[in-house]
């Protein structure tokens, strides 16, 4: 039986550790404390309600014995004059003595209550002051400990995702990522140039066979090469119309049907065989 219920004892303790909260339970001190200070209050308060009725009732039991003793004075010294009977004088004068002693008494017992009340009252404001202290201190303590407690919390939370990444899996992730965005690109450049070629005509094709060479004159003013070209045409031109003349001179009337030939063959050629002609005559 003891040993089962130490067992008990011992699950239950470890059940009670895994529920305590160490920020909860100095909240809850803290607020036990300020209850204590509550009550420590309210009893110093009821104590120096006490002391000053004592206070008041020492004054008041001192002023009447010195009151009663005066009166006394007074009876003799009228009895000394004659104005009252001396018998009656003495009477009233031992009753007034009798009471001056009643006041004195109080007084002593009074005064013996307001150093007691007095005493109590400086323990008390000992006490406050320190409880004031310790929760002042525990309040303290107690932020502290939220902001430790967050920011271990806040530590272990990373820690523990830094504990999990793979470093070997997040170099591959990026291997990846890089090898897709240069596909990317890639395919972008691509579909530029399919749509430059999409766009092209032939004026442009031309001018891209030809070069800076067909764009470099500027328009409405004839380039150095052009003005070479059009020398040379027109001098190929005339030799071409003066060869004509001599062989037109020559074979007058003898061989119609060969030029005619000629003519006719002549002139089946295209423009560009023309052109290409002119080009190796030209060379």
């Not at 320190?130 to 502290?144: A, D, G, P, V």
Request: without cysteine; negative net charge; aromatic residues 2%.
């Amino acid at each position: 039986m003891k040993r089962l219920f130490g067992i008990a004892q011992a699950e239950a303790n470890a059940a009670l550790d895994k529920l305590e909260d160490p920020v909860k339970m100095t909240e809850q001190g803290i607020r036990d404390l300020k209850v204590d200070l509550t009550k420590s209050l309210q009893g110093l308060a009821e104590v120096k309600a006490l002391h000053i009725r004592a206070k008041k009732e020492l004054e008041a039991n001192s002023k009447g014995a010195t009151e009663y003793e005066n009166k006394a004075i007074l009876l003799l010294q009228k009895a000394e004059t004659g104005e009252i009977d001396a018998v009656e004088a003495d009477r009233l004068a031992s009753q007034a003595l009798a009471k001056k002693e009643q006041m004195e008494g109080r007084a002593t017992s009074g005064s013996k209550n307001v150093e007691y009340y007095g005493q109590m009252v400086t323990k008390m404001e000992d006490n406050v002051q320190k409880l004031k202290s310790q929760i002042s201190e525990w309040e303290n303590e107690l932020k502290t400990l939220k902001a430790r407690a967050t920011v271990s919390k806040a530590t272990a939370k990373l820690n523990k995702q830094l504990s999990s990444i793979d470093s070997s899996d997040t170099l591959a992730r990026l291997e990846r990522m890089k090898q897709k965005v240069t596909e990317q690109e890639a395919l972008a450049e691509s579909y530029g140039e399919v749509a430059g070629l999409s766009q092209s005509t032939v004026d442009d094709e031309i001018d891209k066979a030809l070069g800076s060479a067909a764009t470099s004159a500027t328009p409405g003013i004839e380039s150095e090469a052009l003005k070479k070209l059009k020398a040379k045409m027109a001098s190929e031109k005339s030799e071409t119309t003066n060869s004509e003349g001599e062989s037109s001179q020559t074979t007058n009337g003898s061989q119609p049907e060969n030029n005619n030939a000629t003519n006719n063959g002549n002139g089946d050629q295209s423009e560009l065989e023309k052109l290409k002609q002119k080009l190796r005559d030209n060379q």
